[in-house]
């Protein structure tokens, strides 16, 4: 004997129906949709109220009207100091192995402290790396030519940067031509930084001023 269970038509249903679904798909897009809105205004208003009040600063300000005149700017004790070209250009032509890789004679640049008799000196050898074959020495004279050469050298200079700081010593300015980290010595190469190097302390040597230093 079969029994039979008819089910009720208030029994629970495990499945959804499919318009149930949509509405219910529907009301969280439209939650999405409202949300993003709700962002895009913050981040939207806050940025144009920023950006207006960048441009009422900028039609609204006036630069100042006073100037500095170029007598009173030039009449400043570190203008006087620093934009003066007290560098002063010493050749190494008495020394016949002291050549920049170009041949041309090498050079240094010497500048007296504001201290008088001042026995502290101050030697600051200048670099830009160095070449190392033919293809790349032919390759820096395109580029970095000012590197090998002592042609265009000013015969003064101004202590500007970090030299204009060090007003207590004598300085020393020594431009970089041999493009051999100055180590070289070779004729056949064209690279003479170290004979450049001793040159220059052989040349301070018969100097009265540096023969008193007591600090270099």
Known sequence: MSSS????PLSYSPTSSPELIKTRTHHKSCHIEIG????????????????????????????PTTSISPATLSDSPFF??????????????????????????????IRLSTVSNSSRWFIYFDGGWFCYSNESCYFRRLFSPNLMTSNGFDEKKSSIGIFSSLKQYNLIYVPYCSSDLWSGSSN???????????????????????????QI
């Open 188 to 214: 056949e190469s064209h690279s003479h930084g170290s004979d450049i190097f001793h040159a220059i302390f052989d040349d301070l040597k018969s100097d009265k001023r540096f023969q008193k230093a007591q």
């Open 36 to 63: 993003l809105l709700i962002l895009f205004l913050c981040l939207t208003i806050p940025s144009l109220l920023f950006l207006t009040l960048i441009y009422r600063r900028t039609t609204t300000y006036s630069p």
């Open 5 to 8: 269970v008819s089910s009720s």
């Open 80 to 109: 006087k100091f620093a934009f003066n070209r007290n560098f002063h250009r010493k050749s190494l032509i008495n020394y016949p192995q002291a050549r920049c890789m170009d041949d041309s004679i090498a050079s240094y640049y």
